[in-house]
Structures are given as structure tokens and as C-alpha cells.
């Protein structure tokens, strides 16, 4: 694949984007005209996957990034949701206010969880997380504190309003819970694409290897937990605004297993997979009506397919394209990819003589400007120059 | 002056005694070979100093600091870096952003500058692109940044693991059988980056089988056999020494 064609499909690829992102912004506008009276029906069922992709894009950090096995996010949301729900009506602060208490909350009670069970290998983390999700659904039926309503839960939660506009139809929580989905998406990228989103990767590929290359695994897997848990927090405000009631069977393990449903089946660590996830596994079961009881028996078997025929999800995760600063960007602009053929390119190199690959390889400076040929190993060393970077990082 | 100095090492894996007593020091700017049988106690040693296994007895110290209970990670950010015997790169990954996780323990970025993509990350982050890419050049892998780390032929994977501890801009270099598994012409392409690892005036201490690389590389030898340090000198010392014929080069010969 030449590297023209490579930029131009991007751009076309970015083309794309921009009109399916518009015609979504529409999509108000067209069920208006095309589904009429089931209109408000459809952006509701639209609602409901927009917050289980913020829900699942949350637990992406944890699950995809961190490969943190973690089944219990519904605890976060029910947190994020309660305490929200809670000051609005025992304090009367307007709901978006308590969205920062919500975050907060959430993000609390998943570093205090985290803490002591972090070091924990997949398995055994599965269990605990589960456990949360338990303790935290009896605790609100129970109605610690006095403030939780017990079994029936909370009522009468005010609307959203945003300077001076109250949300109150499907549309507008329409563009509420989209537009929190856009900008979860772009946080997230911005956060894969850093020193923490790549600590995280690390964690999940070799814990032994991260730690020794400096990553404080245990400091990372924590605050995977708390950044996961306080975005799950805020869509809990957001849920609980919407429904005006919420009560702890909203919150139950269920909830967390459809979550992580959608992660792995989308793709853990590819934002575009957990979005088409959150598509399939809420949007598709109210489009094939009587499929809805047989949901979890049916995403169950998708799973156990996945698993073995793509483990990696439908839409696997990529390593992020870097910008390569100059001179870099330039001096291996036109090589080919080898990010898939590797193996084959590798093997290639060497059979076609035991120089091939060494000496060239070692004498770097010079693969940018062929006309040398093959230098002698020897005064290759002369083309490092090492000092330059040597206090860059510092 | 010593840069790193062992007083009294000791670990025990339930009943056996993997490394039982060492003291030795490894002065600043030299490179300093630890050879000995298999199972000797060389990997356990290193994993000591990198803190990735705790002490039984005995202290580590690096440039005067103690670095008794310390984090791996927190060792690394000292100046200590290190390779694996049996290569653990993040194998998923780019070559790049395996080069990329050794700057970790360089940078400043938090979560929050991460999140909101603010101008100081920016900056930090283009900083260790040209870092990763001088370090993956240092080793001629550069053209392969792209790749996934796993698809790499074994020779390169140990060079990737080379530029990924270089890339934590060490003052000292644990290399664990650098040459395992490499061809000659590539064992050769290791002597050159050896030297070229002295240029820069980091000290290297390194666990090798093949004889002739510990020769040509070391300009002092430490000798291991079942867990105690049985000898140790420049190489052609060594090399005449009669317990460590008897101990390590007499089974060498048996073997191959
Ligand atoms: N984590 C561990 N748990 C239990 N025993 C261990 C552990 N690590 C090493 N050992 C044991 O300690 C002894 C020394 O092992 P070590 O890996 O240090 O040897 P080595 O000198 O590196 O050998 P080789 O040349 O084969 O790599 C061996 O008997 C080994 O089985
Ligand atoms: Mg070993």
C-alpha cells in the first residue's frame, strides 16, 4: 500500500465521519418526519444506548485499557445516580450541579474498593467486583442512612436545566447524552493516545514488564478505576435526571454484565468497537422485539463465538498512529506498514543474506539514504550519535 | 567509586538458597560480565537489585542509597534498567510505544493533562517521540517502529528490549543474556552496540553464556555457582582461574 493511497482513504475515512456525525445530529429532525408518532419511542431507545455507550466507553478505561477483568461498573452509575438524586431532593441542588458530588462519589468509592484488591489477577478480581455490585444494590434496598428510599427508591428528580433551558423531551436529552458521548470519546482518545493511557496498556500486556520499566502498576490500576467509576458517577446523574425515579433494581448485576457485554464484544480498547457494541446490545433487541427476554442468552452465545473465532472483539484495538516529530516523520515516511506482515518481512530480510538485516538495521542513520550500501559495522558506530537526546526527557 | 555495591546478599525460595552471601561492588563506567552454570543464582541477583523479588537478608546500594524495599518502578526512576532473560515485551504493541513505555518513568504528565490534552503534554510528548526514535535508531530498529513488538524476529526483540531500558536514560544497564538466541552476524551487531553503550558512559552488568561475547565485552567478571560468588577478576584472569574452570567453563565444554 503506497503511502498516497494510505492518506487519501484516511481522508476519506474522515470525510465519512463528519457526515455520519452530522446526519446522527439530524436524527431528531428525520424520526420527526420518517417514524411520526413513535418518533419520541425511537430517540428514546436512542437515549438509552447513548448512556450505556458513556457507561461502557467508561468501563473501556478499566476493562480495555487496564485489562482490568472488573463486571461490576453498575455500582459506580448506581453511586453517581443515588448521590445525585439525593442532594437534588433532600438539598435541592439543581441536578446539574451535583454532577461534580456524583463523579466524586463514584470515583471515591472505586479507589477505597480498588485498593486493597488491586494486585489481584484477573479471576479473582471478577469476583470481587461482583461482590460490589451486590453489596451495593442490598445497601441501597436497605436504605443506608435514611436516604436512599429502600426498595422503591427515590422519586420526583428534577429535570436538567442548562442555562436557563430545562430538558425535558427525548430530544433534547437526545442531544444531552450525545453530546456526552462525543465528548467522552474525544477525552478518552486524548487520554489512549498518553503517558497514562499507555501505562495502562502496558499493565494490561505484562505487568512484570510495566513495573520494571517504571510504571507504578498498582498507583495505575487504581486510578483506572477511580477516572472509569467517576465518568460511570456522571452518567448516573444523567440517567437519573432523565427517569426522574430511580430504585436499586435499575443498578443490579444485570446492568454490569450487559456493560461488559458490549466491551468485549465491541472491542475492549477500540472506542469505535464499544460504540457499535452499545448499538448492538441496547439498540438491536428494541428493534427485533421478543428477542428483548432472550437477550442475555443470546449475547451470551455471541460472546462465546467471539471468543473463539475473534477474541479481540469485533472492532479489535490498534495501537494509535503517532505524528513522528522531524526529521523522523520524513526519513521513514515511505516505508510500508509492517504492522500486520512483520513476521513474514522480518524472515525475508534475513533469507536474503545474513547481512541483510544486521548491519543495515545497526547503521540506522544511514537507512534513510540508501546510497552507502552496506557499511561495515564497525564504523557504523561513528552514525550514532547519542548525545543529542540524552537530556530531552529530563 | 562503586556505583552499585551488594553487602551480604541472601534469597531463599522456601528451603533453597538461590543466592546465599554475595557481596561485590561494580564501579562506575565499566562493564562487568556475572557468568556461571545454570541455576547458579545470576537471574535471582539481578531481579535483587531491580526489586522485582525482595531480599531475605542482606542490603543493595546504588550510588549510596538503599534500595531495600523499593518499587521496581521506583528503582527504575534511581537509574536502573534492565532487559529479561525470557523476553517480556509488550508484545501487542507498536516497536514505538514499547521504545515509549521506558520514557514513563522521565515524564511528568498526569491524568488530567492527559485528559484534556493540555499544551505541557504536548510538548512532553513530542519530546519523547524523538527520544524513542533516537534510542530505536541506536539499535537499527527504527524502520520497523511501526510493527507489532510480537512480530519481530527473536535477534531484533532483544534489541527492542535494549532501546526500551535505554530509553529510561539509565546511569546503569542490567542486560540478562542479551545474546540468547541471537545468529552470529546478530551477536556481532550486539558488540557493536555494546560499545557504543560504554560511549555513553552508562555502566553495564550483563549475564551471558556465549564465552567468547563475555570476553570481548567485560573488562571485569563476576563468577557464580550455586548461589555464591566463587570468583571474580578481569576476564583473562578468569579465564585461568582453576575453580572456575573446574565450576564453569570444564561444564561448558560438556555441554556443547
Ligand atoms: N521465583 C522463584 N521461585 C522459586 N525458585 C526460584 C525463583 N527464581 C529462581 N529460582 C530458583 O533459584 C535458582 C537460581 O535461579 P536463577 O534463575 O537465578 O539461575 P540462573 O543463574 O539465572 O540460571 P540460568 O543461566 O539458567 O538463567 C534455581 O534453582 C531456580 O529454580
Ligand atoms: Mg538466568
Same mark, same amino acid.
Given at each position: 500500500?503506497?503511502?498516497?493511497?494510505?492518506?487519501?482513504?484516511?481522508?476519506?475515512? &474522515?470525510?465519512?465521519?463528519?457526515?455520519?456525525?452530522?446526519?446522527?445530529?439530524?436524527?431528531?429532525?428525520?424520526?420527526?418526519?420518517?417514524?411520526?408518532?413513535?418518533?419520541?419511542?425511537?430517540?428514546?431507545?436512542?437515549?438509552?444506548?447513548?448512556?450505556?455507550?458513556?457507561?461502557?466507553?467508561?468501563?473501556?478505561?478499566?476493562?480495555?485499557?487496564?485489562?482490568?477483568?472488573?463486571? =461490576?461498573?453498575?455500582? #459506580?452509575?448506581?453511586?453517581?445516580?443515588?448521590?445525585?438524586?439525593?442532594?437534588?431532593?433532600?438539598?435541592?441542588?439543581? %441536578?446539574?450541579?451535583?454532577?461534580?458530588? @456524583?463523579?466524586?462519589?463514584?470515583?471515591?468509592?472505586?479507589?477505597?474498593?480498588?485498593?486493597?484488591?488491586?494486585?489481584?489477577?484477573?479471576?479473582?478480581?471478577?469476583?470481587?467486583?461482583?461482590?460490589?455490585?451486590?453489596?451495593?444494590?442490598?445497601?441501597?434496598?436497605?436504605?443506608?442512612?435514611?436516604?436512599?428510599? =429502600?426498595?422503591?427508591?427515590?422519586?420526583?428528580?428534577?429535570?436538567?436545566?442548562?442555562?436557563?433551558?430545562?430538558?425535558?423531551?427525548?430530544?433534547?436529552?437526545?442531544?444531552?447524552?450525545?453530546?456526552?458521548?462525543?465528548?467522552?470519546?474525544?477525552?478518552?482518545?486524548?487520554?489512549?493516545?498518553?503517558? #497514562?493511557?499507555?501505562?495502562?496498556?502496558?499493565?494490561?500486556?505484562?505487568?512484570?514488564?510495566?513495573?520494571?520499566?517504571?510504571?507504578?502498576?498498582?498507583?495505575?490500576?487504581?486510578?483506572?478505576?477511580?477516572?472509569?467509576?467517576?465518568?460511570?458517577?456522571? @452518567?448516573?446523574?444523567?440517567? @437519573?435526571?432523565?427517569?426522574?425515579? %430511580?430504585?436499586?433494581?435499575?443498578?443490579?448485576?444485570?446492568?454490569?454484565?450487559?456493560?461488559?457485554?458490549?466491551?468485549?464484544?465491541?472491542?475492549?480498547?477500540?472506542?469505535?468497537?464499544?460504540?457499535?457494541?452499545?448499538?448492538?446490545?441496547?439498540?438491536?433487541?428494541?428493534?427485533?422485539?421478543?428477542?428483548?427476554?432472550?437477550?442475555?442468552?443470546?449475547?451470551?452465545?455471541?460472546?462465546?463465538?467471539?471468543?473463539?473465532?475473534?477474541?479481540?472483539?469485533?472492532?479489535?484495538?490498534?495501537?494509535?498512529?503517532?505524528?513522528?516529530?522531524?526529521?523522523?516523520?520524513?526519513?521513514?515516511?515511505?516505508?510500508?506498514?509492517?504492522?500486520?506482515?512483520?513476521?513474514?518481512?522480518? @524472515?525475508?530480510?534475513?533469507?536474503?543474506?545474513?547481512?541483510?538485516?544486521?548491519?543495515?538495521? #545497526?547503521? &540506522?542513520?544511514?537507512?534513510?539514504?540508501?546510497? &552507502?550500501?552496506?557499511?561495515?559495522?564497525?564504523?557504523?558506530?561513528?552514525?550514532?550519535?547519542?548525545?543529542?537526546?540524552?537530556?530531552?526527557?529530563? | 567509586?562503586?556505583?552499585?555495591?551488594?553487602? +551480604?546478599?541472601?534469597?531463599?525460595?522456601?528451603?533453597?538458597?538461590?543466592?546465599?552471601?554475595?557481596? $561485590?561492588?561494580?564501579?562506575?563506567?565499566?562493564?562487568?560480565?556475572?557468568?556461571?552454570?545454570?541455576?547458579?543464582?545470576?537471574?535471582?541477583?539481578?531481579?535483587?537489585?531491580?526489586?522485582?523479588?525482595?531480599?531475605?537478608?542482606?542490603?543493595?546500594?546504588?550510588?549510596?542509597?538503599? !534500595?531495600?524495599?523499593?518499587?521496581?518502578?521506583?528503582?527504575?526512576?534511581?537509574?536502573?534498567?534492565?532487559?529479561?532473560?525470557?523476553?517480556?515485551?509488550?508484545?501487542?504493541?507498536?516497536?514505538? /510505544?514499547?521504545? !515509549?513505555?521506558? $520514557?514513563? $518513568?522521565?515524564?511528568?504528565?498526569?491524568?488530567?493533562?492527559?485528559?484534556?490534552?493540555?499544551?505541557?503534554?504536548?510538548?512532553?510528548?513530542?519530546?519523547?517521540?524523538?527520544?524513542?526514535?533516537?534510542?530505536?535508531?541506536?539499535?537499527?530498529?527504527?524502520?520497523?517502529?511501526?510493527?507489532?513488538?510480537?512480530?519481530?524476529?527473536?535477534? /531484533?526483540?532483544?534489541?527492542?528490549?535494549?532501546?526500551?531500558?535505554? *530509553?529510561?536514560?539509565?546511569?546503569?544497564?542490567?542486560?540478562?543474556?542479551? *545474546?540468547?538466541?541471537?545468529?552470529?552476524?546478530?551477536?556481532?551487531?550486539?558488540?557493536?552496540?555494546? +560499545?557504543?553503550?560504554?560511549?555513553?558512559?552508562?555502566?553495564?552488568?550483563?549475564?551471558?553464556?556465549?564465552?567468547?561475547?563475555?570476553?570481548?565485552? $567485560?573488562?571485569?567478571?563476576?563468577?557464580?555457582?550455586?548461589?555464591?560468588?566463587?570468583?571474580?577478576?578481569?576476564?583473562?584472569?578468569?579465564?585461568?582461574?582453576? +575453580?572456575?574452570?573446574?565450576?564453569?567453563?570444564?561444564?561448558?565444554?560438556?555441554?556443547?
Amino acid at each position: 500500500m503506497s503511502f498516497a493511497s494510505a492518506s487519501r482513504r484516511k481522508s476519506f475515512g &474522515s470525510a465519512l465521519t463528519v457526515a455520519a456525525v452530522f446526519v446522527f445530529a439530524c436524527l431528531p429532525f428525520l424520526l420527526g418526519h420518517l417514524a411520526g408518532s413513535s418518533a419520541p419511542y425511537w430517540l428514546d431507545v436512542l437515549n438509552t444506548v447513548g448512556l450505556y455507550a458513556i457507561l461502557a466507553l467508561s468501563l473501556n478505561i478499566i476493562l480495555g485499557h487496564a485489562g482490568l477483568f472488573h463486571m =461490576g461498573h453498575a455500582a #459506580f452509575f448506581a453511586v453517581g445516580a443515588y448521590v445525585s438524586a439525593i442532594l437534588n431532593l433532600t438539598f435541592d441542588w439543581p %441536578i446539574m450541579a451535583t454532577i461534580p458530588a @456524583a463523579a466524586l462519589a463514584a470515583g471515591l468509592l472505586a479507589g477505597l474498593v480498588a485498593w486493597p484488591v488491586v494486585h489481584l489477577s484477573g479471576d479473582y478480581l471478577l469476583i470481587v467486583t461482583i461482590g460490589i455490585v451486590e453489596i451495593v444494590r442490598i445497601a441501597l434496598t436497605n436504605d443506608i442512612f435514611g436516604l436512599t428510599g =429502600g426498595p422503591n427508591g427515590l422519586v420526583g428528580i428534577s429535570r436538567p436545566e442548562i442555562m436557563g433551558f430545562r430538558l425535558t423531551r427525548p430530544q433534547h436529552f437526545f442531544y444531552l447524552i450525545w453530546g456526552l458521548v462525543a465528548v467522552s470519546v474525544l477525552l478518552f482518545d486524548w487520554l489512549e493516545r498518553s503517558r #497514562f493511557g499507555r501505562a495502562l496498556k502496558y499493565i494490561r500486556e505484562d505487568v512484570v514488564a510495566a513495573e520494571s520499566m517504571g510504571v507504578n502498576t498498582n498507583k495505575y490500576k487504581i486510578l483506572a478505576f477511580v477516572i472509569g467509576a467517576a465518568w460511570a458517577g456522571l @452518567a448516573g446523574t444523567v440517567y @437519573a435526571s432523565r427517569m426522574r425515579t %430511580i430504585s436499586p433494581e435499575s443498578f443490579n448485576f444485570t446492568e454490569s454484565v450487559f456493560l461488559f457485554i458490549i466491551v468485549i464484544l465491541g472491542g475492549r480498547g477500540n472506542q469505535k468497537g464499544v460504540l457499535l457494541g452499545s448499538f448492538l446490545v441496547m439498540g438491536l433487541p428494541e428493534i427485533f422485539r421478543g428477542f428483548e427476554n432472550k437477550r442475555l442468552l443470546v449475547f451470551g452465545a455471541a460472546l462465546v463465538i467471539m471468543m473463539i473465532f475473534r477474541p479481540g472483539g469485533l472492532l479489535p484495538a490498534r495501537s494509535p498512529g503517532y505524528k513522528l516529530p522531524e526529521p523522523y516523520r520524513s526519513r521513514y515516511k515511505r516505508l510500508p506498514d509492517l504492522s500486520s506482515g512483520g513476521v513474514f518481512n522480518g @524472515a525475508g530480510s534475513r533469507a536474503n543474506g545474513p547481512n541483510a538485516s544486521a548491519s543495515e538495521g #545497526f547503521a &540506522s542513520g544511514q537507512a534513510a539514504a540508501p546510497s &552507502s550500501g552496506s557499511g561495515e559495522s564497525s564504523d557504523s558506530s561513528k552514525v550514532i550519535s547519542v548525545d543529542v537526546g540524552q537530556d530531552l526527557v529530563k | 567509586m562503586a556505583l552499585l555495591s551488594l553487602q +551480604k546478599v541472601t534469597k531463599t525460595f522456601g528451603g533453597l538458597v538461590a543466592v546465599s552471601d554475595v557481596s $561485590c561492588e561494580v564501579s562506575s563506567d565499566s562493564v562487568v560480565g556475572l557468568i556461571g552454570p545454570n541455576g547458579a543464582g545470576k537471574t535471582t541477583v539481578f531481579n535483587l537489585i531491580t526489586g522485582s523479588i525482595r531480599l531475605t537478608e542482606g542490603d543493595i546500594f546504588f550510588d549510596g542509597k538503599s !534500595l531495600k524495599g523499593l518499587r521496581p518502578s521506583r528503582i527504575v526512576s534511581l537509574g536502573i534498567a534492565r532487559t529479561f532473560q525470557s523476553i517480556r515485551l509488550f508484545q501487542g504493541l507498536s516497536v514505538l /510505544d514499547n521504545v !515509549l513505555s521506558g $520514557c514513563h $518513568c522521565r515524564m511528568r504528565s498526569g491524568l488530567f493533562s492527559s485528559l484534556l490534552h493540555l499544551p505541557g503534554q504536548r510538548r512532553e510528548e513530542k519530546a519523547v517521540l524523538e527520544r524513542a526514535m533516537i534510542e530505536l535508531e541506536f539499535v537499527g530498529l527504527a524502520h520497523l517502529f511501526r510493527s507489532a513488538a510480537g512480530s519481530l524476529p527473536y535477534g /531484533d526483540q532483544r534489541k527492542l528490549e535494549i532501546a526500551r531500558a535505554l *530509553a529510561t536514560d539509565p546511569r546503569f544497564l542490567i542486560l540478562d543474556e542479551p *545474546a540468547g538466541g541471537m545468529n552470529e552476524q546478530e551477536t556481532m551487531t550486539l558488540r557493536e552496540i555494546m +560499545k557504543a553503550i560504554r560511549k555513553r558512559n552508562i555502566t553495564v552488568m550483563l549475564i551471558e553464556h556465549d564465552m567468547s561475547f563475555v570476553m570481548h565485552v $567485560c573488562d571485569h567478571l563476576l563468577v557464580m555457582e550455586n548461589g555464591q560468588l566463587i570468583a571474580q577478576g578481569a576476564p583473562q584472569e578468569i579465564q585461568k582461574n582453576p +575453580k572456575v574452570i573446574e565450576a564453569y567453563l570444564g561444564l561448558e565444554d560438556d555441554d556443547e
